[in-house]
């Protein structure tokens, strides 16, 4: 009798003991969280993504590359796409007057953006004081260089690779969590942003506090809406579910705190569906971004993905 009980006990112990580490591979590897699901008939229309885990519960190793730092460091370790140059106002490609910074930029068609980041170290990319010798990145002089953008709407995600069109050698430089367009079950996508391939084109914004103009028939501070930046499509390439004009890729809605100079961003708003079908980024990657691909051609492509 005795050993029956211990006997019900163990088989119990046993049932509680991997119940529980059930539960725990469940909770830990689930890796997504639906937010917004609508349907059409049997297929999910949205599905928003978390952070995807890998089954240590570390982080995706591919979320985690960020090889953008690279294009700026001075040291070994930066991409074969750039090249680090001393900066001399007597320079054998400009005759006649000193060359300033802004001639580096256009010779190198490097962005006064890239230039200032490298030049300063740090996520600056306003300070543009420069002085004999000190030495910046540019990209490589007779390289043949695009940008791919790819978009996932199933995952709120933006992979950002520069493209070597010569070798044909194409990299991942960064992973962006991003927002987008409000759920649409009637879109082609499935949201207010469509699909396809579209370029970007060369109407680009900087948006600073008291940067006024007109939206939907209003004047307002553009800041407010857009950012403080702004990378409009440009022209339809292929599959796209709507036409060009009015889209692009922009920072969170900011707002000017006059009283402390900060200005504050709606971060909230990223990861979530909620724009007109714009692109949105939080400050610090759309700065970087645009520092990067507005002297280039870029390419972005969007499409529904999966939640694989």
């Not at 006997?7 to 119940?19: D, Q």
Request: aromatic share 12%.
């Amino acid at each position: 009798m005795g050993q029956l009980r211990f006997s019900k006990f163990l088989s119990r112990s046993f049932f509680l003991v991997f119940a529980g580490i059930g539960a725990m591979w469940f909770v830990k590897n689930k890796p997504y969280l639906a937010l917004n699901t609508e349907h059409r008939g049997e297929e999910a229309v949205y599905q928003v993504a978390q952070e995807v885990s890998s089954e240590d519960g570390k982080k995706d190793p591919i979320q985690e590359i960020d090889r953008v730092k690279q294009l700026f460091s001075k040291g070994p370790d930066k991409l074969p796409i750039v090249e680090t140059v001393t900066y001399s106002s007597r320079v054998p490609w400009l005759k006649g007057r000193p060359a300033w910074l802004a001639d580096y930029a256009s010779y190198f068609n490097t962005s006064r953006h890239f230039i200032a980041r490298s030049l300063n170290g740090k996520n600056d990319y306003v300070s543009q004081k420069v002085s004999i010798g000190d030495r910046f990145n540019v990209f490589k002089k007779n390289l043949s260089l695009e940008f791919h953008l790819k978009i996932n709407l199933s995952t709120a995600k933006m992979q950002l690779f520069y493209k070597n069109v010569d070798s044909g050698d194409e990299v991942l430089l960064k992973t962006y969590p991003v927002g987008l367009g409000r759920v649409d079950p009637n879109s082609p996508s499935g949201c207010l942003t469509p699909v396809g391939k579209f370029k970007l084109g060369g109407k680009v914004a900087i948006y600073t506090p008291g940067v006024t103009g007109f939206f939907q028939n209003r004047k307002i501070e553009m800041m407010e809406v857009f950012g403080t930046r702004w990378l409009p499509f440009d022209e339809e390439i292929e599959g796209c579910s709507d036409g060009a004009k009015g889209y692009g890729i922009h920072g969170v809605p900011c707002h000017y705190d006059a009283a402390t100079g900060a200005i504050n961003e709606e971060k909230s708003l990223i990861g979530d569906y909620s724009s007109d079908g714009c692109i949105r980024m939080a400050k610090d990657h759309i700065e970087e971004l645009f520092s990067v691909v507005i002297t280039k051609p870029t390419i972005v492509e969007i499409t529904r993905g999966t939640t694989e």
